[in-house]
């Protein structure tokens, strides 16, 4: 008899933990597929705000490259979220990051207390703004520039592809409007 019972409890255990895997996988193929249906919505979002349809799909191809390099998910037609960051993709044919609800030209200025990475020179391209203590990911090579403009007097590291520091920031607020990010992978930003 006791068997007997071990066996049905087992038996119900079975059934609530398949039912359980059958909820889980459903959500996961929703939220597949409401990611994979999100892009032309955000295709259209870039077009609503002013860009052309091969800017929209230009700028597209950047997140998505963007996306796989950071691990971050896409929020917006040029913006990636990641753990304590995000990163703004620069509109194919213009100068500085900005949010699209911006006029163009707008300078996506570094905020107080965040670290922010530009793909170009003089703070122009993609930028990535950081906000919590970490290490961050560096998708880019080549010229660049970065801006300190976190508490007074905190430092940031940069790293190579070992791991190995190769250069810490002066204190806070600093830049550099110059400066080769083709060594450094990974950068903490306190």
């Known amino acids: 008899m006791t068997q007997q019972r071990t066996f049905r409890g087992i038996a119900r255990l079975v059934t609530a933990l398949a039912g359980i895997f059958v909820v889980l996988v459903g959500g996961l ?3 597949g597929a409401a990611g994979a249906a999100s892009t032309p919505g955000f295709q259209a ?3 609503n705000a002013g860009l052309s349809a091969g800017q929209a799909e230009g700028l597209q191809a950047q997140v998505d490259a963007y996306k796989e390099r950071t691990g971050g998910v896409q929020t917006a037609p040029n913006k990636i979220a990641f753990p304590g960051g995000e990163l703004t993709v620069v509109v194919p044919g213009e100068k500085y990051a900005r949010d699209l609800s911006d006029p163009v030209g707008t300078l996506a200025a570094c905020q107080h207390l965040r670290f922010c990475a530009y793909s170009g020179t003089n703070f122009t391209g993609s930028q990535i703004n950081m906000y919590t203590c970490r290490t961050y990911n560096i998708p880019w090579s080549g010229d660049g520039s970065w801006d300190n403009n976190q508490s007074s007097g905190t430092r940031a590291k ?5 791991g190995s520091l190769i250069y810490t920031t002066p204190g806070a607020r600093s830049y550099d409007k110059i400066g080769s990010w083709t060594p450094v992978y990974k950068v ?3």
């Open 45 to 47: 979002q870039a077009r």
């Open 29 to 31: 193929a929703t939220a």
């Open 158 to 162: 940069m790293y190579n592809s070992s």
């Open 188 to 190: 903490r930003n306190c």
